[in-house]
């Protein structure tokens, strides 16, 4: 079955500067890449997604770039908010799946 | 659209005591599943159902059993209440087709097991 790494698990960042998390899968079936975001006490929460047909997808401030040679997909995050501090969960699917498979998580904090 | 509603919100059980999470989606969706979240980890799935009539093990399912009602309704059921599942219990769904994999997630209960 599909495995999902994420890393770092902690992520210390001062206001205003970028933020990357990378995670990385092994079933390259996989095609679909979606990123939550979960605010403390609160539910994940889709923020973005690509699938495997796509390079990169852009909304905002938050990007998401994809390599399926290597297998491993990124989520950036530019001129980060203090109310960008939460936990990221990365996850992956292939088209023939029944259930998305997460990465561990990553703690961000963004320091006023 | 209310979109996954669980219920309840919290609870407290005794140890050895049972209970039904209940959860409800109002979009159609295909698929549906619970998570459990202890504090500070990552989500576990217990159980899902990947369409109406079918439900399969997760990586955590010991302790637990579900039941798709139909295809908006999902249970969780809890026979014999252990302080080890003490945790966060999330329901999410999904159409799972192939525009859209995308999981919707409730608010969640808090069960404490005493």
């Keep these: 079955g599909e495995n999902v790494e994420q890393h770092p698990s902690t992520l210390s960042v001062q206001e205003g500067d970028s933020a990357v998390i990378k995670c990385t899968y092994s079933d390259s079936a996989s095609n679909y890449f979606p990123w939550y ?35 491993h997909f990124s989520l950036h995050i530019t001129e980060t908010q203090p109310e960008d501090s939460a936990v990221y969960f990365c996850a992956a699917i292939p088209s023939s799946g029944s259930r998305l498979t997460f990465g561990e998580g990553t703690q961000l904090t963004v320091n006023p | 659209n209310a979109g996954v509603t669980q219920t309840p919100k919290f609870q407290v059980l005794k140890t050895g005591q049972s209970m039904t999470l209940q959860c409800a989606q109002d979009m159609n969706h295909n698929s549906m599943y619970w998570y459990r979240q202890d504090p500070g980890m990552g989500l576990r799935l217990i159980y899902y159902s990947a369409s109406e009539g079918t439900t399969d093990k997760g990586e955590v399912p010991n302790g637990y059993n579900v039941s798709r009602l139909n295809k908006r309704e999902f249970s969780l059921r809890l026979e014999s209440a252990a302080p080890s599942q003490t945790s966060v219990y999330f329901c999410a769904s999904s159409p799972r087709t192939e525009a859209n994999y995308g999981y919707t997630f409730g608010s969640g209960t808090r069960l404490t097991v005493v």
Aim: proline share 3%; hydrophobic share 30%; glycine share 6%.
């Design chain 1, 37 to 71: 975001k979960q605010e403390l006490g609160k539910r994940p929460q889709l923020i973005i997604d690509i699938r495997s047909n796509v390079g990169e997808k852009k909304d905002q401030r938050i990007a998401v770039t994809l390599n399926k040679t290597a297998k």
